[in-house]
């Protein structure tokens, strides 16, 4: 890299660096966020109707979540720990409520976990509900597992 290459860099660095330190993070957010709003994108197909359905999803997942749960929706072959369709465990920060086969649950935790603490998934119909199956390839245990919000 030559000489004024590097110099030019170095400056657009600093410049960068004091542009940081002078404007606060909060101001840029601003900046940005006031004037993208309503700006259409292309490639953007949001409708009125669908920016209107995504509203009342941000007002349902506006609730905070009391609980997980997972019950089990299908079943096949012999699962060791007697698992059958409808048997339900509830995941609390304060616990677990029920019995769960411990590689189900190991496998089934970053999952529960994301849904205790908002994350979504783009690829649900449903936000608030996913599947998740058991790691035994012979015996599957499919299991729902839903965000329980308060009322």
């Known amino acids: 890299m030559s000489h004024s290459k590097k110099a030019t860099k170095q400056s657009c660095q600093i410049k960068r660096r004091e ?5 606060p993070c909060v101001a840029v957010s601003a900046i940005f966020s006031t004037s993208l709003m309503g700006m259409a994108f292309k490639g ?3 409708t ?5 359905s995504n509203y009342k999803k941000e007002e349902i997942m506006a609730k905070k979540i ?10 096949k072959g012999t699962c060791a720990m007697g ?7 509830k995941f609390t920060e304060s616990g677990i409520e029920g019995k769960i086969c411990i590689h189900a649950l190991y ?14 998934f783009p690829w649900l119909k449903d936000p608030d509900k996913k599947t998740h199956a ?4 012979y015996n599957p245990v499919v299991f729902e597992i839903e965000r329980i919000r308060e009322k």
Request: aromatic share 6%; proline share 6%; glycine share 4%.
């Open 66 to 75: 009391t609980a997980v749960t997972a019950k089990v929706i299908s079943q």
């Open 19 to 23: 542009f940081c330190k002078r404007v």
């Open 44 to 46: 953007d197909k949001t």
């Open 134 to 137: 058991c790691p035994d390839a």
């Open 48 to 52: 009125p109707s669908s920016k209107e």
């Open 107 to 120: 496998s089934m935790l970053p999952g529960v976990f994301a849904m205790m603490y908002e994350s979504r």
């Open 83 to 89: 698992h059958k369709i409808g048997h339900k465990v």
